[in-house]
């Protein structure tokens, strides 16, 4: 296979003006080296996180999209507020794309590298948005014979935070557990986990036709924060399952408050006596995402046996150390097509992916509009 010289990488930029630019930039195509792949990428999905990279603190009202159709350039402002945090980042022009996966064009002279070459592989290495992607040949999960790119595009965020928060569980010594935007993609995985692993899992959505579609794979524990009743509902289902640590990708509201005062109130159902601080009982809410971007709101009626965090995906593997985390990653290869399965609604190319009703779309991050990315169009 003759490969080209230059491809397309997706960039974005924040301007000392206060602009932020996400464009489309040919760049060296990448010589493996010897214990490396080239990875013709040809599936890497949009994910929270990425869009957090891709455009920052820029207004997307306020998005305009210029160039061509080949090389759309899209300008955003950014409210002067949000500059200060965007100070690490001033006029680098950063790659993005967590992950993804592709078929291997190209090999480095060490048997492992070797191995890899003409197979598809998944890869979380950052910089997916975009053509080719030279990787350690030891960074690659080489997908089943019958995966697709598509099908391992997303076998490691998703999947690799599901069996973390499960993992996380374990560790700190809860039986149970509590997940928020449970609707999501990960929210299925994490359905599909517990279920197949026997544990008590509480789902709490927003709205009742999320309810209805866990419902329908099987959820036994759905909470719907729309309902009236929707306190009394988790207070129960917290009882019935003993859930003490929750995962909450909102962030913001009341939500993290809500879970702990759920989790003391199904507590103390089965209290022998009185304590003027509380169950003993240690409460955890970790925060993962921020879909709700306004201030924690915490109202204290839950005792002192509690806790709020922080919790990433990255910072637990590392954690666990490369043993462990290589025993999950094992785990989603193993179940790729079933537990770990994901489902787009769209698949558009580098250059589709920088279109106004596009961005519109991703970024509204809506259950069941996942959207794919395959640079090889």
């Known amino acids: 296979m003759t490969l080209p010289t230059t491809a ?26 010897p214990d490396e792949v080239l990875i013709q990428v040809q ?16 207004n997307l009202a306020a998005l305009t999209v210029a160039g061509t159709a080949d090389r759309p350039v899209v300008t955003a402002p950014i409210p002067e507020r949000a500059m200060p945090a ?4 001033l006029g680098q022009s950063l790659p993005v794309g967590n992950e993804g996966a592709g078929r291997v064009v190209a090999a480095g002279a060490s048997p492992a590298a070797q191995a890899l070459l ?12 975009a053509q080719y992607r030279a990787m350690p040949a030891s960074q690659c999960l080489a997908l089943p014979a019958d995966a697709t790119a598509a099908d391992g595009a997303s076998c490691f965020v998703n999947p690799l935070t599901a ?20 609707a ?5 995985m994490l359905n599909k986990i517990c279920q197949k692993d026997g544990i008590a899992l509480v789902n709490i959505v927003r709205k009742p036709e999320q ?23 988790l207070t129960d289902a917290l009882a019935a399952t003993g859930a003490t640590i929750a995962f909450d ?31 003993a009982v240690h409460k955890q809410v970790y925060l993962y995402g921020m879909l709700d971007t306004r201030p924690t709101e915490i109202t204290r009626s839950f005792g002192m046996a509690w806790g709020i965090g922080g919790w990433l995906l990255f910072p637990f593997l590392q954690k666990i150390g490369p043993q462990a985390a290589q025993a999950l990653r094992e785990r989603v290869a193993a179940e790729l097509k079933t537990t770990f399965a994901s489902h787009y609604a769209r698949t558009v190319s580098l250059a589709e992916a920088l279109q106004a009703d596009t961005i519109a779309y991703y970024t509204a991050r809506n259950t069941g509009a996942k959207v794919l990315i395959d640079p090889s169009r």
């Open 8 to 33: 397309l990488q997706l960039r974005s930029t924040v301007q000392p003006d206060a602009t932020l630019t996400v464009h489309l930039e040919s760049v060296p195509v990448p010589t493996p080296g």
């Open 43 to 58: 599936a890497t999905p949009i994910n929270p996180s990425d869009i957090g990279l891709l455009f920052g603190a820029g």
């Open 86 to 89: 965007m100070a690490g980042r």
């Open 118 to 129: 003409g197979k598809t592989v998944a890869v979380i290495g950052g910089a997916m948005y």
């Open 163 to 182: 069996l973390g928060m499960v993992e996380t569980m374990k560790r700190e010594g809860h039986t149970a557990l509590v997940h928020t935007a449970a």
């Open 184 to 188: 999501s993609n990960l929210g299925q």
């Open 211 to 233: 309810a209805a579609l866990l419902r329908g794979i099987g959820a036994q524990h759905v909470c719907d924060t729309s309902a009236p009743s929707f306190m009394a509902d």
């Open 249 to 279: 990708a909102t962030g913001g509201g009341t939500l993290a408050g809500q879970i702990l005062q759920g989790m003391e109130a199904a507590i103390n159902r089965n209290a022998k006596e009185y304590s003027r601080y509380g169950s």
